[in-house]
């Protein structure tokens, strides 16, 4: 029985995945923290430290891939592979800023009597991450369109702009629309990028970023 050898270029680029999930790992511990203290209203006292280290995980990643790119003759389908998982270290970065200000925004409301419109928010984004995060360490694969799933938030962030321009509905407190608008709108951009990181994953692996586009 023959044995499959990994080359050294291989490995590197095999390496450059097991960053990214590094990253992704920090990312979901971070976002649950922040959504914690949302719920709290507990600040953390290492939160910009938390940040800082995020951010240099993914500088390290972006390092890396231009190191690969120029010290390498890159194989034809390598180049999809190298920029998938810089993007993806991109927006996993972009979702851990906004989670800082998840946490600033709970210093405005300290004892945590979000509605629950803002917490269902707050689920649906953390089931996002924690299953993209699943589908980059191997543990299950691409099955569910997130794009589908982010819908929810793009429309729970419509109905409260909705509300603060046409008037607040009952289950509003008028005097809490306008911060739960700005924290309605933090949670569906974090969404968004969470999409991103998912349809990019799934383009490196097929070469399309809709589910739709691979079944049609």
């Not at 800082?100 to 210093?107: M, N, T």
């Not at 089931?127 to 794009?147: F, P």
């Amino acid at each position: 029985m023959g044995v499959f050898r990994t080359s050294g270029y291989d490995r590197v680029l095999l390496n450059l995945r097991a960053m990214v999930v590094e990253l992704a790992e920090a990312l979901q511990d971070h976002l649950g923290a922040a959504i914690e203290a949302l719920k709290k209203g507990d600040m953390i006292q290492d939160w910009e430290e938390r940040d800082d280290v995020i951010d240099q995980m993914r500088d390290c990643i972006v390092k890396r891939s231009y190191d690969i790119m120029s010290l390498q003759q890159l194989r034809s389908q390598d180049l999809r592979w190298i920029l998938g998982f810089q993007r993806m270290a991109q927006e996993l970065e972009r979702v851990a800023d906004y989670a800082c200000d998840l946490a600033e925004l709970s210093e405005l409301k300290p004892e945590g009597n979000w509605s629950t419109d803002i917490l269902k928010m707050a689920e649906q984004l953390t089931d996002m991450t924690n299953y993209t995060v699943s589908i980059l360490k191997g543990e299950t694969e691409i099955l569910r369109d997130l794009a589908d799933q982010d819908d929810v938030l793009d429309l729970a962030y419509a109905n409260f702009n909705a509300a603060l321009i046409e008037g607040s509905p009952q289950k509003y407190d008028d005097r809490q629309l306008g911060l739960s608008l700005v924290l309605a709108r933090t949670l569906e951009r974090m969404g968004d990028h969470i999409v991103n990181v998912a349809e990019t994953l799934l383009y490196v692996q097929t070469g399309v970023r809709r589910l739709t586009e691979r079944t049609s």
